[in-house]
Each structure stands twice: as structure tokens, then as C-alpha cells.
Nanobody, 124 residues
């Protein structure tokens, strides 16, 4: 089992920045690729960003590319999502997820473990 706990969400104005953190425990963190997903009210959960086990490869949804950066610190068992130039349409609950798989990281299907989510609200 892997336990994931997100933090860092909040209410900000458009154009601001936030950094989300996801602390993992329970298994060897470096054995898992990590992803960030989000779900806005009335919408399906969508992919935001993913990072491979070593952090060597990252991928992003087109809607956040150039504004968000995913990173990880395997020594601290933590994955981050640095969000800049936030827009009202970024408002959602953000979830981190872990998978031992190395494929299709943009889909939620490979992920076995999920955090409880952290709310991000961007006002206009």
C-alpha cells in the first residue's frame, strides 16, 4: 500500500502561483511513477501532469503546458506541482496518484493509489 497526502491548495487570484505537494509513505517511493489529476465540479477527472520514477521524463496536459511544472524529490518521498499564471478554469480538486507502471501515465487507469485531494480555487 502507498498512502498519499496532498497539501498546498487554496484560494488565489488569477495570475497567482501555488505549489502543491504530495507526500507518499508505505512503499519505496522511487518505484512509482507519479501523476497529478484534477476534477472540477460537474466535470470528469482529467490528467494534469506525470513524472517517471527517476524524474527524467515529464508530461503535461496541453491546458497547463508552460504554466505548470511537476517535479519529485525521492529522498523526501514527495512529488510537487508548481502552478503559475493560474486561471479561473484551473479551479478544481487536485489529486496525486502513484503507479508502478511505466505506460499510459496520462490516463488514470494505470494508477493504483490516490490521495484525498486538495482544493484549488482561482478567482477572476
Amino acid at each position: 500500500q502507498v498512502q498519499l497526502v496532498e497539501s498546498g491548495g487554496g484560494l488565489v487570484q488569477a495570475g497567482a502561483s501555488l505549489r502543491l505537494s504530495c507526500a507518499a509513505s508505505g512503499r519505496t517511493f522511487s518505484n512509482y511513477a507519479m501523476g497529478w489529476f484534477r476534477q472540477a465540479p460537474g466535470k470528469e477527472r482529467e490528467f494534469v501532469a506525470a513524472i517517471t520514477r527517476t524524474g527524467g521524463i515529464t508530461s503535461y496536459a496541453d491546458s497547463v503546458k508552460g504554466r505548470f511544472t511537476i517535479s519529485r524529490d525521492n529522498a523526501k518521498n514527495t512529488v510537487y506541482l508548481q502552478m503559475s499564471s493560474l486561471k479561473p478554469e484551473d479551479t478544481a480538486v487536485y489529486y496525486c496518484a502513484a503507479t508502478p507502471r511505466t505506460y499510459a501515465l496520462h490516463s488514470d487507469r494505470p494508477y493504483d493509489y490516490w490521495g484525498q485531494g486538495t482544493q484549488v480555487t482561482v478567482s477572476s
